[in-house]
């Protein structure tokens, strides 16, 4: 603990020293953010992925076994389990059973653990959540620190403020996901490092290693930092005459990385339990076809492109799941799900999908202090020690929005790029250099700037998760440019119940809810709506009566209005409802909504008259105004064509 603690707890510059201004502001800055943090994890409801990932983490406390939610390294999920064990969760030992023929075995472990704990799912989740209010705490001291550090007080209290209060880190700190301990720990192990090539010493040294194999045990991606990490000592080299020293001392150095490299890799094997560890590379059943080579004609034959090469022969460092893990998820990057991006959808996704997603999910005001921030470095007079901060803080930004944009497999959330955000923040931070008297009116214009974010971030809240900005329309458009996570994962279904309470009349409610939990699980009353696929969903005389729309009231999330079908709403009197098709519920363009839960779920109430406008657009007959009465009377039937 002393080496972290020698990073923190050293002795200030004079200049540099936290006066009570400073402190003020900071406590405040920190009490703000908890309070928003916690009151988006007490509104929003369970999301999509968090299904998967809270009884993925009590499977790896109750077994030891690391399969459930292969796709992303367990530590996260096994943290955020701790305070959700101490509420007992009702739990069947058998379910929690991992078998190696389930590709991906959470889903079904997280479907019977929403069955097992029926009215304390909701209650188990939040409390599941509350770590990650710990992750975003420390990243947001890490920005404070470093920021201050390069800059000066001001600066760091202004990338405190810019992380405390930007909408996509107040939702994903809510969440129980990788992404915010991903983007928390890749920002302190590189703050470590860029100290230690500073001022090289075993500590730090140590302190380094360790922390890049915790963020190692966060996500995949973080891979990525062993070549980011390489990329800034050699800029140090060139850019920094005075690091010469270190080429001269060159065997301490050679200790030093391989200290760090050796620690990471212990940290991972004992964030496994060492379970698998160092099996040859030749042994491993692969899926991927990056990893596993073409599909064989003998489906009993192990796929391994190493396995016949000096390769295969290599024993591997690293455990057996996390191999696998990794494997899996290029599967998915391969398997081409559609993407969808301003109102289209394709299966190769877009390469600039990442920086059109930051262009409209980003406050305009933040926008703006960013875009200063960079010009205002690229036309100053940069000494080689100031060039080599700036370099080092920007590398990793720029290393982690390439590698992701090169994925274009699979092209649907935005949070796979949290990590550039930090060192975005703590470059823009420079700005504090005009938060003083002397230069009171630029100042003032990084002041409104910074004001202008932060009133924008705080109109939709809690919605953070919906946010868009107002050059993209705001969130009531956000649905034209971007779906899924980055507006629509399940979270406003909370807000859905308080409108039908408070709206009677609208019950049974006709819903197509985008998310793998039944809407009855919190009381909510609702009818399947009619979808419309003529490819699936037809009789045998070929007409199209009982499909698409129909008079009542209907609830449908953005992401079906928008074109989604990638799985089906559930019906909790009968079993899923495969949808099958494209645009099941694209139809609900046709009208315009009368209320909206949150910016996610879009509430209609569809006369028999507008029902018959849309269908005659969409070249089906018109209804009879006997089936004003039965419309959401009779719910749709499996086609024998259905999966």
Known sequence: ?????????????????????????????????????????????????????????????????????????????????????????????????????????????????????????????????????????????????????????????????????????????????????????????????????????????????????????????????????????????????????????????????????????????????????????????????????????????????????????????????????????????????????????????????????????????????????????????QSPTRLFTELCVWTPAICFLDFVSSQTGINHHMRYVLPVFPFVIVATSKLGYFLNSRRWKSGLCVVSLYAWGFVSSLMIYPHSQSYFNELAGGPENGGEHLVDSNIDWGQDLMFLKSWIDRHPEARPIGLAYYNLVDPAIVGIEYTVPHPFARELYHDRSGRYDHLGPKPGYYAVSVNYIRGSSSFAPPDHKSDWIPLGGAEPYSYFQFFRPIARAGYSIYIYHITLDEANAARRKMGLPPLPRDDARRSLENPPERSARDP
């Open 1 to 381: 603990m002393s080496m972290f603690k020698n990073v923190f707890m050293r002795k200030s510059n004079p200049d540099r020293r936290l006066f009570p201004p400073h402190r003020v502001l900071l406590s405040l800055i920190i009490i703000t953010h908890c309070i928003l943090v916690l009151g988006i994890i007490r509104f929003n409801f369970v999301t999509v992925d968090e299904i998967g990932h809270v009884p993925s983490g009590i499977s790896h406390w109750r077994t030891g076994r690391f399969e459930a939610y292969r796709v992303n390294p367990p530590l996260a999920r096994m943290i955020s389990a701790l305070p959700a064990l101490i509420l007992q969760p009702t739990i069947n030992p058998t379910r929690l059973n991992t078998s190696a023929d389930v590709l991906r075995p959470e889903w079904p472990i997280g479907f019977h653990f929403i069955y097992d704990n029926p009215t304390s799912y909701f209650d188990i989740v939040r409390t599941a959540r509350l770590p990650g209010l710990a992750w975003s705490l420390l990243g947001l001291f890490v920005v404070y620190r470093w920021a201050g550090d390069l800059y000066g007080g001001w600066s760091g209290i202004l990338g405190a403020a810019l992380w405390s209060f930007d909408p996509t880190i107040l939702a994903f700190t809510s969440l129980v996901t990788p992404d915010i301990p991903a983007t928390v720990s890749s920002l302190f192990a590189t703050y470590l490092f860029y100290r230690y090539l500073n001022k090289p010493s075993w500590s730090l040294a140590c302190a380094s290693g360790i922390m890049l194999g915790v963020a190692q045990l966060t996500k995949y991606t973080l891979i990525l930092l062993y070549v980011v990490w390489t990329i800034i000592f050699f800029m140090k080299i060139i850019t920094d005459r005075s690091s010469i020293a270190l080429l001269n001392s060159w065997r301490i150095l050679l200790y030093h990385s391989a200290c760090i490299i050796l620690l990471s890799l212990a940290i991972i094997n004992l964030g496994y339990g060492f379970r698998g560890s160092f099996r040859r590379l030749g042994d491993f059943p692969f899926v991927s076809r990056t990893f596993g080579g073409d599909y064989s004609s003998d489906s009993s034959d192990i796929r391994n492109r190493f396995r016949d090469s000096w390769l295969g022969q290599l024993p591997i460092p690293t455990p057996e799941d996390y191999i696998k893990g990794i494997d899996i998820q290029k599967l998915d990057f391969e398997s081409r799900f559609p993407s969808y991006l301003a109102g289209r959808w394709r299966r190769i996704g877009w390469w600039y999908y990442y920086l059109y997603a930051l262009a409209v999910k980003v406050p305009t005001g933040f926008w703006c202090l960013i875009i200063w921030g960079i010009v205002w470095s690229l036309i100053a007079k």
